[in-house]
């Protein structure tokens, strides 16, 4: 038998659906983050993730949800959507939202996820910043990686020593972990 297969695009980064910018990056008050530039100054551009890197679809109590977990630059962001589908199956995105992690100071780089035989998102982070030299030499600068990640917390730097990062909200110690979304 054979099986005429297509596909068509759900979302795009930086669809508008609902009230929200799907891929957008947000800070621990849930504000857009910007991008800033080498000398560590924000600009008026919004920060869109291009990469989203998992997918999950999700039934909860006869009504679908996706949550897309983008592997951006950081901070990541993951954003649950509701669906609709049609009686011949298409789905449709009507509203995204993203999630809240400020309780856990942020996602780090979402990767790889997966759906529970339960029915719940399972995510991961992934290359989780090397704590050592943080808590070690506090004078010295944190990594690129880092100082951009504080951009979570209002933070717009060009560098930043681990004790500026500790000041500004930064523990890390609170990524590389797999979470759940239910």
């Not at 679908?64 to 983008?70: V, W």
């Not at 589908?85 to 790889?112: H, K, R, Y």
Request: net charge negative.
């Amino acid at each position: 038998m054979e099986q005429k297969l297509a596909f068509h695009t759900l979302a795009r980064s930086g669809d508008t659906l609902g009230s929200n910018t799907f891929g957008l990056l947000v800070d621990k008050d849930g504000q857009p983050i910007h991008e800033h530039n080498d000398a560590g100054a924000k600009s008026d551009v919004k920060d869109i993730s291009n990469n989203p890197d998992f997918t999950s679809l999700l039934d909860v109590n006869g009504k679908l949800y996706s949550i897309t977990q983008f592997e951006s630059p950081r901070p990541g962001v993951a954003y649950v959507s509701e669906m609709e589908q049609s009686s011949d199956g298409e789905l449709t995105l009507t509203s995204t939202t993203p999630i809240d992690f400020s309780s856990w100071g942020g996602v780090w780089i979402p990767c790889a996820g997966s759906v529970t035989p339960w029915g719940t998102h399972l995510g991961s982070e992934e290359y989780e910043p090397d704590a050592r030299p943080l808590d070690e030499t506090p004078d010295q600068e944190a990594s690129g990686s880092v100082t951009t990640f504080l951009r979570y917390f209002g933070e717009y730097k060009a560098t930043a020593t681990g004790a500026e990062t500790r000041t500004a909200g930064f523990f890390p110690y609170n990524y590389g972990y797999a979470w759940e979304a239910q």
